[in-house]
């Protein structure tokens, strides 16, 4: 009987519920990942037509904004169902100062929208090269920290062991 109970309240808050539209605004999943040059961000926007995407960035936002109108597709058919519904989705995302906003690019293609974000040259990682010779200081200074580590004593407990 109990059970019974709750079929009939799940029927009829089904039913009461059934009627309200989707809500007008909405988020889309996001995946963001760090490549070599910079940050790629793909976005799932299924069914978008891709004249109604909209990518722009400024004050250190990424907006991403896209629009499905289904309301064009009523041509005074009699829906049996109708669950596919016009959405508007909008995506913010904050860049960092290294993001260069000049060269922010897009890509759109199978429901999936890419938009690569590069960073400004002078942000990226650099490799320091090693000077290795008697005349410059820091191959000196590599020198002693070598002949420091030889003539300490092997058999000497580091300071962070326990003796047991």
Known sequence: MLFETFK????I???FFS???EPALSSTPVNLYRDDDGYVVEADLP???PSSIDVSAEAGVLTIRADRD???EDHGERWVVRERSSARVVRQLSLGDEVDLDAIAANYRDGVLKVTLPVKADALPRKVAVAVGSSAPE?????????????SDPKAEPAHSVAS
Request: glycine residues 6%; negative net charge.
């Open 8 to 11: 009939e309240l799940d029927r």
């Open 13 to 15: 808050s089904s039913a």
């Open 19 to 21: 009627g309200i539209p």
């Open 47 to 49: 069914g978008f037509d």
């Open 70 to 72: 289904m309301s064009r």
């Open 139 to 151: 191959a000196r200074a590599i020198e002693s920290t070598e002949a420091e580590q030889e003539s």
